[in-house]
């Protein structure tokens, strides 16, 4: 997959965009009972995001969606054209090793 970078209007606040596949989801229910977190797998060309959600995207999985990247957190645009922003659980480099 080939990333895309561009920018948005305004309110993108000069971010850099790519292009993602979501390869996985996952709904997770806390300890209390009360509270659900949504669990994207969010795989770009060179790095893949596991990243926790208050409420789900408007994205299936394989969906491509557009996200950009801001220290510890997930920007993504679903497709309603919502950004929505989720803390980065964890990072994996794409990357083979040799």
Not at 33 to 61: E, H, M, Q, W
Not at 76 to 94: P, T
Request: charge should be positive; charged fraction near 25%; hydrophobic fraction near 40%.
């Amino acid at each position: 997959m080939i990333p895309l970078l561009f920018t948005l209007g305004a309110d993108s606040k000069n971010r850099v965009w790519q292009s993602g596949e979501i390869v996985s989801i996952k709904q997770d229910v806390f300890a209390d009972g009360d509270s659900t977190a949504y669990v994207y797998r969010l795989r770009a060309r060179d790095v893949t995001y596991l990243a926790a959600f208050a409420s789900p995207l408007k994205a299936s999985i394989h969906t491509t969606v557009k996200f950009t990247v801001d220290k510890k957190s997930l920007c993504v645009q679903d497709l309603d054209g919502k950004s929505r922003s989720a803390a980065i659980v964890e990072q994996v480099d794409n990357t083979p090793h040799r």
